[in-house]
């Protein structure tokens, strides 16, 4: 079997360990609402003033540019299990650090705590390759729609701890603010579970598909790695750049619009709960959809969803900015990362689709660093244009970052779902 829309059955163990990956997505989720959900909140009260509210999501951004390519590296060593499992436990122990900071109103231990959960979170995306290691290319990004789908209950167990955190602080004697974080590290455990009890290593089936799907023929493009890997050797392949683009502008734009929109709630005299809900719905866009999504782009073609999300997200950049209305910001907010989700599913198929598996965590590390900058500036302009040009003009700069990745797409050929022109790495001048 060859790349081709015929869909080979999901053998039982296949099965078993999408459901794990998704459980620990589940969790993972649940933690990571809390940086835009409180971030923007708990900075404002330290400092002062918005300019810096989104310097948590920058930070996270910041963490994720250091570790991505690192952790591609080692869990192309060592298996996908290792990369997210040292995720996990910076999760949890970034957490406790930043609630310490909330605790003690202090700036520098709250960029510190950050700074580590961002560590975590970098580490733990290794999880989309531990999904896509695990089908063949007719299947693949189906299966990411499963695993990733698993994030759909982790949106709705963040507003729980939340608001188990205004029932109790008061109780032990902190503010709601400072308790919910740590909820996250006893979260976190739940997840590590779930991933200790995946097996074999999703790497491993990844290198023996043949074993899990009979008949299936790696391609000979993807069957050893070659002998130099490097993000310029990424690069200098089209669809690949293509896809790294189309993420660092849809990464930037979520990012800067959910660090802003819990700020516009705020001001808008929102409670936390309903900034939570509020997060937890663009959650759902993120990932709710997942698995049809998925299944589009194994139908369509990654390019063609991938087009989706950029228009989807252009669409909810503007909602989040037209009125006051609770229900029309939190709509654009789900579209915004219904967009997001569109993007990154397609483009980690894409990635599957064009590397062997010892070379997938490394080029998922690469993407990874592009959308990191792309975390790290965007949440940051984005408070600067809020505090001195206003909420009108975000709406107009994130509508206009989408411009760049529909670019590249349009010229971006792709002959069936995931078979593009050039299958190998070329120069760019060739494509």
């Keep these: 079997m060859s790349k081709s829309n015929n869909k080979p059955p999901i053998p039982p163990l296949i099965k078993r360990n999408t459901v794990y990956l998704a459980s620990s997505q589940a969790f993972i989720g649940a933690g990571g609402q809390m940086v835009p959900t409180l971030g923007p909140v708990l900075v404002t009260q330290m400092i002062g003033n918005a300019a810096l509210a989104g310097i948590g999501t920058s930070i996270t951004g910041l963490s994720r540019l250091l570790i991505a390519y690192p952790i591609g590296r080692l869990t192309d060593a060592f298996g996908r299990k290792a990369g997210v499992i040292l995720g996990l436990l910076l999760i949890g122990s970034g957490a406790s650090i930043t609630g310490l900071a909330a605790i003690w109103d202090y700036f520098p231990i709250f960029l510190l705590g950050i700074l580590v959960m961002g560590l975590g979170t970098g580490a733990v995306q290794q999880l989309r390759v531990a999904a896509a290691d695990m089908f063949p290319p007719s299947r693949r990004a189906e299966g990411l729609g499963y695993v990733l789908t698993g994030a759909l209950v982790g949106a709705l167990i963040g507003p729980v701890l939340i608001r188990m955190s205004e029932l109790f602080a008061h109780n032990v004697g902190l503010e709601p603010i400072a308790l919910a974080w740590f909820f996250i590290p006893f979260v976190m455990l739940f997840s590590l579970v779930m991933v200790l009890r995946v097996q074999p290593d999703p790497k491993e089936i990844a290198a023996n598909l043949s074993d899990y799907y009979p008949g299936f023929t790696l391609p000979e493009t993807q069957q050893t790695p070659t002998g130099k890997v490097s993000i310029l050797y990424f690069l200098n392949h089209y669809p690949k750049l293509a896809a790294f683009i189309s993420m660092f502008c849809v990464q930037g734009n979520m990012n800067m619009m959910m660090a802003m929109t819990a700020l516009a709630l705020r001001r808008h005299d929102f409670s936390l709960s309903a900034i939570s809900l509020s997060v937890a719905i663009h959650v759902m866009g993120m990932f709710g959809l997942s698995l049809p999504l998925g299944k589009l782009a194994?139908?369509?073609?990654?390019?063609?969803?991938?087009?989706?999300?950029?228009?989807?997200?252009?669409?909810?950049?503007?909602?989040?900015?037209?009125?006051?209305?609770?229900?029309?910001?939190?709509?654009?907010?789900?579209?915004?990362?219904?967009?997001?989700?569109?993007?990154?599913?397609?483009?980690?198929?894409?990635?599957?689709?064009?590397?062997?598996?010892?070379?997938?965590?490394?080029?998922?590390?690469?993407?990874?660093?592009?959308?990191?900058?792309?975390?790290?500036?965007?949440?940051?302009?984005?408070g600067v244009v809020v505090e001195y040009l206003g909420y009108q003009i975000l709406g107009f700069f994130g509508m206009a970052s989408m411009i760049p990745a529909l670019l590249f797409l349009l010229k971006l050929h792709e002959a069936s779902p995931g078979v593009f022109e050039h299958s190998s790495n070329t120069k760019i001048a060739s494509t």
């Excluded at 194994?298 to 991938?306: I, Q």
């Excluded at 915004?336 to 894409?350: H, K, Q």
């Excluded at 900058?373 to 940051?380: D, G, N, T």
Aim: aromatic share 8%.
């Design 298 to 382: 194994d139908k369509v073609g990654r390019r063609n969803v991938m087009l989706l999300g950029l228009g989807l997200a252009s669409t909810g950049s503007w909602f989040v900015v037209a009125t006051p209305e609770y229900i029309v910001i939190t709509t654009g907010t789900f579209l915004v990362g219904l967009g997001w989700s569109c993007v990154n599913i397609a483009a980690t198929a894409l990635y599957a689709d064009t590397t062997s598996p010892g070379e997938r965590g490394r080029v998922i590390g690469a993407n990874d660093t592009f959308t990191a900058a792309a975390a790290i500036s965007m949440p940051i302009v984005g």
